[in-house]
């Protein structure tokens, strides 16, 4: 952990090196947004889905229900089919260009470009989103 805490700063001062204040502001605003893009998409990807403790205390294993899936191609073609994020959850191991998609998943009304935009309008993603969770994750939170 030690080592990445010294890699960021290390690239700092070498964009300040090669390309002054400019580069370092340009590079941290970039870093900031490229952050906030990730948190975005995980935050869209599991909204309103959870796993459950099994009787063992254990969390029950991902399943493909796990995650939200969308198979709007504008979407799997930019996104390099992050789109399919419920079989990757699912199988690791596998490629992202074999993704498939799962029906027991369940699956974001729009596209992840759009639902990225939406997110950022949270009564709207809240309107649009909640409906469509499914009901045995809203009764068995009820219950927890």
């Known amino acids: 952990m030690l080592w990445y805490h010294l890699i960021q700063p290390a690239y700092l ?13 340009f590079a941290t605003v970039v870093g900031v947004i490229s952050f906030l893009f990730l948190e975005c998409i995980n935050y869209i990807e599991h909204y309103g889905l959870r796993r ?3 009787a063992s205390g ?7 229900h796990h995650s939200w899936n969308s198979n709007f191609n504008i979407g799997r073609i930019t996104l390099y089919e992050l789109t399919r994020h419920s079989d990757h959850h699912y199988r690791s191991t596998k490629k992202y ?17 759009a639902s990225i935009l ?6 709207l993603w809240f309107w649009l989103m909640n409906p ?6 809203k009764q068995r939170l009820a219950h927890d």
């Open 13 to 25: 001062l070498g964009v300040y090196a090669l390309f002054a204040l400019e580069g370092l502001l």
């Open 132 to 137: 469509r969770i499914p009901q045995d994750m």
């Open 97 to 113: 260009q074999v993704l498939d998609s799962h029906e027991k998943s369940p699956t974001l009304p729009l596209g992840y470009p």
């Open 52 to 54: 459950f403790k099994t």
């Open 58 to 64: 254990r969390y029950e294993v991902v399943q493909p």
């Open 118 to 123: 939406l997110s950022l309008a949270p009564p």
